[in-house]
């Protein structure tokens, strides 16, 4: 019933960028919180970047002044650009969305939290 496409992974060199976009699909009435994920071989998944509604953001610490997330709330696309990239940001990017409200026939559902399939960046010289 909802859908969330990433696109933009690849592969780059250490000090490139790369931008992420995620678009929700489906009869979506609203959507709280959207961002993105990431999981590195062996490691847990940890949060990379969100945005509310209202344009409140939150970044790990160690993306802090490399990375910038961005919303459309309209168009329910999320984007995440990233700067000065390093080995240590490979990994799979999930974007979410947390708190989304479809329209089933007459009546709202909410969803507390949907993941898209994932893309892969990878930083390697």
């Known amino acids: 019933q909802v859908q969330l496409v990433e696109s933009g992974g690849g592969l780059v060199q250490p000090g490139g960028s790369l931008r992420l976009s995620c678009v929700a699909s489906?009869?979506?009435?609203?959507?709280?919180?959207m961002g993105w994920y990431r999981q590195a071989p062996g490691k847990q998944r940890e949060l990379v970047a969100s945005i509310t509604t209202g344009g409140s953001t939150n970044f790990a610490n160690s993306v802090k002044g490399r990375f910038t997330i961005s919303r459309d709330n309209a168009e329910n696309t999320v984007s995440l650009q990233m700067n000065s990239l390093k080995p240590e940001d490979t990994a799979v990017y999930y974007c979410?969305?947390?708190?989304?409200?479809?329209?089933?026939?007459?009546?709202?559902?909410?969803?507390?939290?949907?993941w898209g399939q994932g893309t892969l960046v990878t930083v390697s010289s």
């Open positions: 489906g009869s979506i009435f609203s959507i709280n919180a």
């Open positions: 979410n969305a947390e708190n989304v409200v479809v329209r089933q026939g007459d009546q709202l559902h909410e969803f507390l939290k949907i």
